[in-house]
Nanobody, 121 residues
Framework: QVQLVESGGGLVQPGGSLRLSCAAS????????MGWYRQAPGKQRELVAA???????NYADTVKGRFTISRDNAKDTIYLQMNSLKPEDTAVYYC???????????????WGQGTQVTVSS
């Protein structure tokens, strides 16, 4: 069974930074596309960043230039480096297993438990 475990969330002031990590079981990292989603209270879950097996990346317009997704195949881990954080980035962030069809990321509906990110002064 696929297991995804997120970590690295917390409370940070606006303008601060956090790095989220997601550890994946069964060598999933090297074989699949992976993504980071987030969901704020009362809002739909949205894709914020995705990375293909070859390292190609996608970003939501709202985070482009501030967030960086990366992967480490040797550690079966993906990361989301979040800089210049804004209050509107506050959400539960979820790691996701998916694939890329063309340049489009498609979720396979495998999720971690999520990690809370709160941006507040």
């Amino acid at each position: 069974q696929v297991q995804l475990v997120e970590s690295g969330g917390g409370l940070v002031q606006p303008g601060g930074s956090l790095r989220l990590s997601c550890a994946a079981s069964n060598r999933i990292y090297g074989l699949n596309a992976m993504g980071w989603y987030r969901q704020a209270p009362g809002k739909q879950r949205e894709l914020v960043a995705a990375i293909g097996s070859g390292g190609d990346t996608n970003y939501a317009d709202t985070v482009k230039g501030r967030f960086t997704i990366s992967r480490d195949n040797a550690k079966d881990t993906i990361y989301l480096q979040m800089n210049s954080l804004k209050p509107e980035d506050t959400a539960v962030y979820y790691c996701n297993l998916g694939s890329k069809f063309g340049g489009t990321y498609v979720s396979h509906e495998y999720w971690g438990q999520g990690t809370q990110v709160t941006v507040s002064s």
